[in-house]
């Protein structure tokens, strides 16, 4: 265990370990926090990693716990009320409301995106991702990222964030239909 | 019969739990009638295998630099916490 390897880390993952601290807690000091933490855990914890993961799958995998923790301190958090994210929410309602005409139809045509294939290696399609993924309110963003980006089990999602089902399923179909506005607003399809 | 805003509530959960058999019934039969919805229905879908490729295949998160500020603070906190010999 040596402060060496850690710096080394820090040199060679600092960056990596950064903007995906970043995609997931959306401010610089939060993700800044979080790959501190990452690279201490990641020292004290130095005689279990076994070597069958690269060097960076491991740090990432440390740093997701991180986030989680963040996680679940925000949605504890979130439970008072907070007017800033309060006042986040009722404007993402709003948008929701605005995408279905009175009686509950779509308000404008969806467009078609064609095939995922065309998108994954356009760097502009991924840049735009993580805009609307700033979009979202703290709230929809934490449970999106948790179910589509990390595939984590519904159960596990509320019961690490505290929220019953429904809830997650309201807020999920917020999520969505917020990420394919800002999509389709952005020029998809 | 559903309105669209309730078939998109549908067709977001069913990626995250087993509709029962009615509403898939009455998803199916909106599906069936509404093209707006079909294609929300397929746009889901690509996102989620998108993001899901994209964060496996290190497009996402685009990459981005530790400020040189922030990573003098995490090197001067390794330091402080070494406790080895």
Known sequence: MSIAEAESWLDEYGNALYSFALLHLRDKHLAEDAVQETLLAALQARERYDGKASVRTWLIGILKHKIIDEFRRQSRQATTPDTEEAAWEDAEMTRVDQDFIANGHWQHALAEWGNPENSMHDTQFWAMIERCLDGLSPRAARLFVLRDIWEMETETVCSELAISASNLWTMLHRARLGMRRCLEQNGMG | ?85
Do not use: Y
């Open chain 2, 1 to 85: 019969m559903l309105t669209c805003k309730e078939a998109s509530q549908l067709v977001s959960e069913q990626h995250d739990r087993n509709l029962g058999r009615r509403e898939r019934i009455a998803l199916r039969i909106h599906l069936w009638m509404c093209r707006n919805c079909r294609r929300f229905e397929r746009q889901l879908s690509f996102l989620r295998n998108t993001l899901r490729r994209g964060v496996q295949e290190g497009q996402l998160p685009l990459d981005k630099t530790l400020p040189p500020d922030s990573k003098a603070r995490i090197r001067e906190h390794l330091h402080k916490h070494d406790h080895t010999d």
